[in-house]
C-alpha cells in the first residue's frame, strides 16, 4: 500500500492549480446528458434561427477573428490548441459541454504522450496529479496458470515505461491552466457548432451558439476534433467509413478494498462468451463487459444477473460485492465500438483529427494516444502556415493526412483483426486464446517489446520538432465577441 500510495502520490500544489482549472470551466457552464456514446445532444440553446442554413457565407453578424478554431475538448483538440497558442499563434477553442467530465471515457496517457510532456517541461508537475501507472497489460483465461502478459511497458527504454490512469478532465485542466499565460488562447465553452461559414469553396469558420447567442468566428482554418460522432465532418459533407461492426461494452464500477492486491493492473479476462475488461482506478475498479453488437435490448430484457455471474465467475473476489455495485440496468453504461475512417481528413480551410478522422475500439487507450499524435503532427506542420500568410492550403493539410492516415489504418487493421478472432472464440464458445505467435515473440530478447512498443507510441511516433519546443511572444489576444 505503501507503494500505491507513492506512485499514485497526490501533489498540493498541481492539483490545486488543475482543480481551480475544473472549477473555473465548470464556471462557465454545467455539462447535461453525458452520454457516453454521444448520442443525444444535450444543453441544446433553442432552435437554429435560419433553418435551412447549417452553412453558408458569412451572414454580417458580429464576429470573431483568430488563425484557427479547433472544435471540441478532448485530448487532441486541448493538446493543439495548446501547442499553437504556445506558438503566438490565435485560438479559439469551441467546446459543446460545459466543462470536460466524461463518464467511462478513455483515461490513459501513455510514454509518447508523457515524452511530449517532458519535453514541454511538464511531465513532473503533471505527475503530482492523482494518478495510478501501470507497467503491464495482461490475458486472463479460467484455467491458465499465469496470466499473459500481452503488453510489458517496463521494457522499453523510456523515463516513463507505463500507462499513466488519470481523469482526463484533471489532464485537460492542467493543460488548460498551464495555457493560461497564453491570452491568445480563448476557450470557449458551451459553444455548440450549428455551421460552417464558406466563401468561394472554402471553409472560413463556424457559426455555433452558446447561452449568450449565435456568434460566428471566422478563422484561416477550422479544425474538427469534436470525436467519433463529429458534427464538423458531418457539416463537411465528410463521410466515415465504418470497417467492422464493432462490439458493445457495459461499464460499471466497484468499489475496491484494502485487502485488494496492491499494483494497478490492467487486465482482460476471457469467458466462453464475454471479456471483461477490469481497470484499477486506485479507489475502485473499473469493469467493461462485452456483449455481441446489436445484443444490448436482448441483454437488458434478462438484466444484470448473466453479467454478475461472469464478473464473479471469472474474477471471484469480487463476487460478494457485485450485488451493491450493479444493483440494476441503472448502473449500467452503454459503450457502442465501431472501428470507421475517414478517406478525406480535410477540405481547403478545413482538417479532422483524432476520432473525428478515424474511430477506434477503446482497447488498450490507443486512440487517445493516435489523437494526441495526430495533433504533434499537426502542430508540427501547420504551425508556420498559421503564423504568416494566409493560412495553411489544401496541400498543406493533405500533408498532415499523409502522415498521419496510413498509421491509424495499421492500428486499425491490428484491432479488426483482433477483434475477429475474439468473436470467432465466442462464436464457439471459447474463451479467447492469444495467438502462439505473439505470446512466442513476447519470449524474444528485442522483438519481444514491439507489443509494448506499439501499445505506447502507436506505430512510428511523432515527435514536437525543435523550433516548437520552446515558447514565442505572444503577438496578440484572439478577437472574440
Known sequence: MEERARRGKVGTGAMAAAEQAEREVARLGTGAGRDVNGGAEAAEFGAFPEAGRPTG????????RADVVIVGGGPAGVVLAFLLARQGVEVVLLE?????DRDFRGDTIHPAIMELMDRLGLADRLLELEHEKVPEVRYLRPGDERPFVVADLARLKTRFPYLVLMLQSRFIGFLLEEAKRYPNLDVRMRSRVQGLVEEDGAVRGVRYRSPEGV?????KLVVGADGR???????????LRELSAGTDVLYFNVPRRAEDAAGAVVDIHFGPRNSLALIDRGTYWQAGVSIPKGTYQRAKATGVGPIKEFVGGAVPWLADRLDGALGGWKDLTLLSVKIGRAERWHRPGLLLIGDAAHVMSPSGGVGINLAVQDAIAAANLLTE???SGDGPTDRDLAKVQRRRSWQAALVQGQQIAAEGDIARAFEAGEPYKAPPFLKALTRLPVLGALPAWVTAYGVWP??????????????RPARGV
Open 57 to 64: 457565407r458569412p451572414t454580417g453578424r458580429p464576429t470573431g
Open 229 to 239: 460522432f463529429s458534427k464538423v465532418r458531418q457539416l463537411a459533407g465528410i463521410e
Open 96 to 100: 459543446a459541454q460545459g466543462d470536460f
Open 215 to 219: 456568434r460566428e468566428v471566422w478563422a
Open 462 to 475: 511523432e515527435r514536437l520538432k525543435r523550433s516548437l519546443v520552446g515558447p514565442r511572444p505572444v503577438r
Open 385 to 387: 502556415p498559421l503564423r
